[in-house]
């Protein structure tokens, strides 16, 4: 690990303006990702900005109903928070199928939004990885790429954002509230918050330099029957081949949204329409400019099928 | 800032000139290194005071140092054990303020203040931990490597059951969770033991959560 100055921060908008004034900063809170990708120097900052000590750990109700989540909320704060369990069921599930106990009780909600891919190509330095080394090439078109994206990747980088809880975020329609170095504030939704790969892989989302995550905000309840279903190469703590968030109301109608199989959860409002024609035609929609890779073509069908699942569970 | 301010950095190298001076004063806790190229490679020291099974300690730490080198290698309370060092196996639970972590996946300079519950605080060889005692009675281990870990896992696992924490097995996220076979292997699923004493552990964990209610 590359040696590094640190300190805490004592307000977001100071978090922000640290980051923004020295060169190589980066914030750290619950640092299991972050912490692993240093070992590897693979993240290698020069400067760590502590922000737990930060007033950001709270979940409010919003004035519409909503729920404000703060950035600081661990994972199994938020599964746990008895308001997620009743009206965001979906959420409370996504988040208990990643990781482990131990990870969950430090992992944060902005964390696990900026958490980096586990493309075998990025973790490995001794690999060309467009992502880790702009301008190196990727290793993972031509080499083992069972577990990549299979839409809205590029020539450059078929990484998948690893995320569960993302997932449930997507289609929960959630919003990513920040503070900018100035103090400003923006409210991103999570929809166009992830940069689609193209030539620049290495710039995952939309924040600017400097900029923090201080909450994410979801809107009020829309009821329905949620779930949330993971296929992955075992039955616990791995990271998802497919796995797919579904809120499905009585009429038929609903909203998905699919992880494991992009640089950001998949979901489409045309694909959400064809829901009461079942999944096939959500399949369909959902993956029609799909571009998988022969050893992750297998995907589609997984997704399909775990779709199929999906709303064979929430029908009852 | 409301946390112990007894945390003092030394500054090594020479504040950045991008950093003002009165930047670093409304700043709480700061340690600088000049991260030029030249310099970046030079270890920043910073003092951390810990509560370690219950004693308290104070440490000078390279800035990179782990909670679990913190242990292992400063305090020298070797039950915690580094298996992989990435968060994967589990070997290195430790408790911390009540809820287990991996120790090697947080920095020591993040835990200014923190009560630490070892392998070492939960018992002892003449008073064993009732979780000690099962894995003993159960023959939950063979190497015995990762059940340090193991055990500190299985104490928090209780406890989370107790608080009504949810896990995946778990069928209704708003039932009282029961103890059950599914919900014990699912909750320890990020302690791995290459034994595979599993079934054992499962066995020993059972008995003392069964003892609890």
Redesign the interface.
């Known amino acids: 690990m590359r040696a590094f100055s640190y300190e805490r921060a004592a307000s977001p908008a100071e978090a922000a303006a640290a980051a923004a004034r020295t060169p190589g900063a980066k914030f750290i809170a619950g640092g299991t990702n972050l912490l692993d990708l240093m070992k590897l120097e693979i993240e290698t900052p020069a400067h760590l900005i502590d922000v737990n000590a930060l007033a950001l750990d709270r979940i409010e109700k919003t004035d519409d109903g909503g729920m404000r989540i703060g950035a600081l909320v661990r994972n199994t704060d938020l599964a746990a928070d008895t308001r997620v369990r009743r009206e965001y069921p979906l959420l409370s599930r996504a988040l208990l199928a990643g990781a482990s106990g131990q990870l969950r009780n430090k992992a944060t909600t902005a964390g696990n939004l900026l958490q980096r891919t586990r493309c075998p190509y990025f973790y490995d330095t001794a690999q060309p990885c467009n992502k880790r080394l702009p301008g190196s090439g990727c290793a993972a078109l031509e080499g083992v790429s069972r577990q990549l994206a299979v839409i809205g990747g590029s020539a450059s980088c078929i990484a998948t954002h690893p995320s569960d809880m993302a997932v449930a975020m997507r289609a929960l329609d959630a919003t990513v509230d920040t503070v900018a170095p100035d103090g400003s504030v923006r409210h991103l939704p999570l929809e166009g918050f992830y940069r689609a790969p193209g030539t620049t892989p290495h710039l995952e989302t939309v924040l600017n330099r400097g900029e923090l995550i201080t909450s994410v905000t979801l809107p009020a309840p829309v009821g329905g029957t949620h779930v949330y279903r993971k296929v992955r190469d075992r039955a616990s703590y791995a990271f998802a081949l497919v796995s797919v968030a579904a809120v499905v109301q009585r009429d038929g109608s609903g909203r998905v949204a699919v992880g494991g199989v992009a640089h950001t959860p998949w979901r489409s409002n045309e694909a959400d329409a064809q829901l009461p024609q079942g999944a096939r035609a959500v399949s369909a929609r959902l993956f029609a400019r799909a571009d998988p890779t022969p050893q992750n073509a297998f995907k589609l069908q997984l997704a399909e099928r775990t779709l199929h699942a999906v709303l064979a569970e929430a029908k009852g | 800032?409301?946390?112990d301010p007894a945390?003092t950095?030394s500054r090594r190298?020479l504040i950045?000139a991008?950093?003002g001076s009165a930047?670093l004063l409304?700043?709480?806790?700061?340690?600088?290194?000049d991260?030029s190229a030249a310099t970046?490679?030079?270890?920043?020291m910073?003092e951390v005071s810990l509560e370690v099974n219950g004693t308290p300690r104070t440490l000078n730490v390279?800035?990179?140092t782990?909670l679990l080198d913190a242990l292992r290698e400063h305090l020298h309370l070797t039950g915690t054990k580094k298996g992989c060092?990435?968060?994967q196996c589990?070997a290195c639970?430790v408790i911390v303020d009540g809820?287990?972590?991996?120790a090697c996946?947080?920095?020591a300079?993040?835990h200014d203040g923190d009560r630490i519950t070892t392998i070492e605080g939960l018992g002892s060889p003449e008073a064993l931990h009732p979780m000690q005692a099962a894995f003993v009675k159960h023959d939950g281990y063979q190497c015995g490597y990762c059940t340090p870990g193991q055990i500190c896992?299985a104490v928090?696992?209780l406890d989370?059951i107790g608080?009504?924490?949810?896990?995946?097995a778990?069928e209704s996220?708003?039932a009282r969770v029961r103890v059950s076979p599914d919900e014990i292997?699912?909750?320890?699923?990020?302690?791995l033991c290459r034994c595979g004493a599993y079934s054992n552990i499962v066995d020993a964990i059972a008995e003392v959560a069964g003892s609890r209610t």
């Open positions: 800032m409301d946390r945390l950095l190298d950045k991008g950093v930047s409304s700043l709480p806790l700061v340690a600088q290194a991260a970046a490679a030079a270890p920043v910073a390279d800035t990179r782990t060092d990435h968060g589990g639970t809820r287990r972590i991996n996946l947080t920095l300079v993040m896992s928090a696992v989370e608080q009504g924490i949810p896990s995946l778990s996220l708003t292997r699912e909750r320890m699923s990020g302690n």
